[in-house]
């Protein structure tokens, strides 16, 4: 086991190092002048050319990527004309456009991305597995062909539309909950809640469908076994057969496969971050986009792929665990 973790987090760090690489040579490397869009409009060539030596523009191309990877790894240096600024690593640069630090501004937003994911994991892992369950064991039924019905609607319905419907109903005819406004959780964990419930929604609503179709196989796939029929010949009963045998072995590659998704959804949440209005990672990563502000876009893309990385590591582990042939191939 220990060969096998050792191995997932050297292939991990070299994506992250090849990630590193495109992304530095796509928004640094590609035409533009980073020093102009650092300045701004207004300023001089002198200024410019000036903050051209600040940033190290006139080094070799592999000098200007091994500056950047030190920042990530040992912290940086900035000079800001008066003195100089410490970014202590992971450093990933600083704003053209407020001045601040990335790593500070990623910090500010990423809670916000944070609990959008993790509270729609939690959802769609207990929609997702309970509707999988509940349709292996009523196949055949008209149960079993209205939980497919609806897990095909859900994965073919985009999620703004189901964000959509959610406020229309829930906030506007019947008057239930409030518009969605994000509140920190430190500031009113009740408020929240309340305010992330539709977002969780209109998300696990999505990924719950794709579960429910998992664990719907696997619950199959289990029950078929040639052990769980030996169980029932010695006349163990069948929700003991359900809870011990079938469903550790359903359940198990349905969380490692959530483990992945959480990942993505770090990077994946921006529609449900925009129709909500929750200052998350996604708006951050629009809004310095339409800005041109390079060091934010570079940091939140690799914070992005980060969480995919090690979310890929995670789900490795966990179906090590699962199956130890994993281990040995």
């Not at 200024?47 to 990530?72: A, C, K, T």
């Not at 600024?85 to 990423?110: E, F, N, W």
């Not at 019947?174 to 969605?180: M, R």
């Amino acid at each position: 086991m220990t060969a096998f973790l050792v191995r997932r987090v050297l292939q991990a760090a070299l994506v992250l190092l090849v990630l590193a690489a495109v992304l530095y040579a796509v928004f640094y490397l590609a035409p533009g002048d980073s020093a102009r869009l650092a300045c701004g409009p207004k300023c001089s060539t002198a200024q410019v050319e000036q903050i051209r030596q600040q940033m190290g523009l006139g080094d070799p191309v592999y000098v200007q990527f091994w500056h950047f990877l030190q920042g990530i790894v040992a912290g940086h240096d900035y000079s800001t004309g008066t003195g100089t600024l410490h970014c202590a690593a992971p450093c990933l640069g600083q704003s053209y456009r407020s001045g601040d630090l990335v790593t500070h501004l990623i910090a500010v937003k990423l809670p916000a991305t944070a609990s959008l994911a993790l509270g729609a994991m939690v959802l769609w892992l207990v929609i997702g597995i309970g509707t999988g369950i509940l349709s292996a064991l009523r196949r055949g039924t008209v149960v079993e062909r209205l939980l497919t019905g609806l897990t095909l609607a859900g994965t073919a319905t985009p999620v703004f539309i189901i964000g959509i419907l959610l406020l229309l109903v829930f906030c506007s005819w019947l008057q239930w909950l409030p518009y969605p406004a994000y509140v920190s959780l430190t500031d009113d964990p009740q408020q929240w809640a309340w305010n992330l419930l539709l977002p969780w929604l209109a998300l696990a609503l999505i990924e719950s469908a794709k579960y429910a179709r998992l664990t719907r196989s696997s619950m199959l796939e289990s029950l078929a076994e040639d052990h769980i029929r030996t169980f029932r010949a010695y006349g163990v009963s069948e929700g003991a057969i359900i809870r011990r045998h079938a469903l550790r072995g359903a359940v198990a590659p349905v969380i490692a496969l959530s483990a992945l998704d959480l990942g993505t959804m770090f990077g994946g949440a921006l529609l449900t971050e925009t129709l909500f209005g929750i200052p998350g990672l996604g708006q951050k990563l629009v809004e310095s986009v339409q800005q041109k502000d390079l060091p934010v876009v570079v940091g939140i893309v690799l914070v992005m792929g980060l969480a995919v990385v090690v979310a890929n590591v995670i789900a490795d582990l966990l179906y090590a665990v699962a199956d130890r042939r994993v281990v040995l191939a």
